[in-house]
């Protein structure tokens, strides 16, 4: 049972008020954990691509990513995970891309002999810095660095495309059927 005197209809408040409507304000303190700084992680990408001017054909020459991860603390495997992402980010930009026939419904690329997936040919030489300066927001001064390295390959890619083209594909993959339509 509820306890009568906590208790008031909307219609009470508003009587009461003598208003139409009444508008409430509350405000609430950030999470304990987000009060004492960022703790993400952030990277910037630069590519440069050579576009066959016959074919139409993108191929990425160099890459570049700079991450900002905070303390890195087993340099290896973080290099790993950052060229690791932007091998993935370079196969969503260029070439990966689920084909369904749209009468049945059924997907027409169901493996990797269909399904392409860079491999050692489609990926540049990857040059990658970071500046491994510890967070004082965290235990251990570190930051993530599983997913960093794919997040603006795309982007990085389709604005190479567009500063060697003039043409701006906003539909990832960029395939010949869209630089040519």
Known sequence: MQDEKRFETYAALLARARQA??????????????????MHSHSALFCEVRVNAVTGEIRVSRF??????????NAKTAAS?????????????????????ERTGRIMNPSLADYHVP?????????????DEADP??????????EIGITGVGAAVANAVFNATARRIRDLPITLDKMIG
Do not use: Y
């Not at 927001?137 to 599983?146: K, L, Q």
């Open 137 to 146: 927001h965290t235990p251990m001064g570190a930051r993530r660095v599983g």
């Open 64 to 73: 570049l990513g700079s991450f900002d991860c905070g303390r890195i603390i």
């Open 21 to 38: 409507e009444v508008t409430v304000e509350a405000d609430a303190p950030m999470p304990f954990e987000l009060q004492h700084g960022s």
């Open 119 to 131: 491999v050692r040919l489609d990926v540049p030489k990857i040059d990658m810095i970071w500046n």
């Open 81 to 101: 995970q950052f060229r690791g992402g932007i091998i993935m980010g370079l196969g969503l930009a260029l070439m990966e891309e689920s084909e369904f026939d």
